[in-house]
T-cell receptor, first 118, second 109 residues
Framework: GAVVSQHPSWVICKSGTSVKIECRSLDFQATTMFWYRQFPKQSLMLMATSNEGSKATYEQGVEKDKFLINHASLTLSTLTVTSAHPEDSSFYIC??????????????FGAGTRLSVL | GEDVEQSLFLSVREGDSSVINCTYTDSSSTYLYWYKQEPGAGLQLLTYIFSNMDMKQDQRLTVLLNKKDKHLSLRIADTQTGDSAIYFCADQKGTALIFGKGTTLSVSS
């Protein structure tokens, strides 16, 4: 149980285009999902917290107009990197927290999406 | 300093025990976590410990928590080559998890 699917796993795009990444909880409902960014050999940096049916909460320094987050259902959150540039190239990872699991804050992670912007 | 700190590398021989150490700064943390990341993959939750516990054991994994010193460790008994990965310690900060930079465990046969 507790499987999180992230798609696509790898995407290459041209500078200036937009890329959408999907994060789905397959066997549980997630009122809260999280989006992280990971640079090579670095830790995960939280970008934003996505709550179902409401606006995402962005961490300081993360441009909300650049990284659009939508959490339209209890099993799906999407991250759209708008007008991507080479500096946006990174490994993006989502996680989902099961409903009712807020106290333990156990997050299940997707396999990540490697974004390469040419 | 950083909220969560870990040593960056650990090298062990197959069959030995591995001990990965972590220190954190937030004394109000309720839970602390250990995650494993294999190359090119997401994070897999290994185990977590409630802050009022000193120790938690789960098969080959033993977590020790010294709340006074804000020190957390993960011991892997009988380490196997399949245990080679990056191990992240994580602390809570509100609803978010704060991760250390990860310890790369290398297991040689």
């Amino acid at each position: 149980g507790a499987v999180v699917s992230q798609h696509p796993s790898w995407v290459i795009c041209k500078s200036g285009t937009s890329v959408k990444i999907e994060c789905r909880s397959l066997d549980f409902q997630a009122t809260t999902m999280f989006w992280y960014r990971q640079f090579p050999k670095q830790s995960l940096m939280l970008m934003a917290t996505s709550n179902e049916g409401s606006k995402a909460t962005y961490e300081q320094g993360v441009e909300k107009d650049k990284f659009l987050i939508n959490h339209a259902s209890l099993t799906l959150s999407t991250l759209t990197v708008t007008s991507a540039h080479p500096e946006d190239s990174s490994f993006y990872i989502c996680s989902a927290r099961e409903m009712g699991a807020r106290a333990k804050n156990i997050q299940y992670f997707g396999a990540g999406t490697r974004l390469s912007v040419l | 300093g950083e909220d969560v700190e870990q040593s960056l590398f650990l090298s062990v021989r197959e069959g030995d025990s591995s001990v990965i150490n972590c220190t954190y700064t937030d004394s109000s943390s309720t839970y602390l976590y250990w995650y494993k990341q294999e190359p090119g993959a997401g994070l897999q939750l290994l185990t977590y410990i409630f802050s009022n516990m000193d120790m938690k054991q789960d098969q080959r994994l033993t977590v020790l928590l010294n709340k006074k010193d804000k020190h957390l460790s993960l011991r892997i008994a009988d380490t196997q080559t399949g245990d080679s990965a990056i191990y992240f310690c994580a602390d809570q900060k509100g609803t978010a998890l704060i991760f250390g930079k990860g310890t790369t465990l290398s297991v040689s046969s």
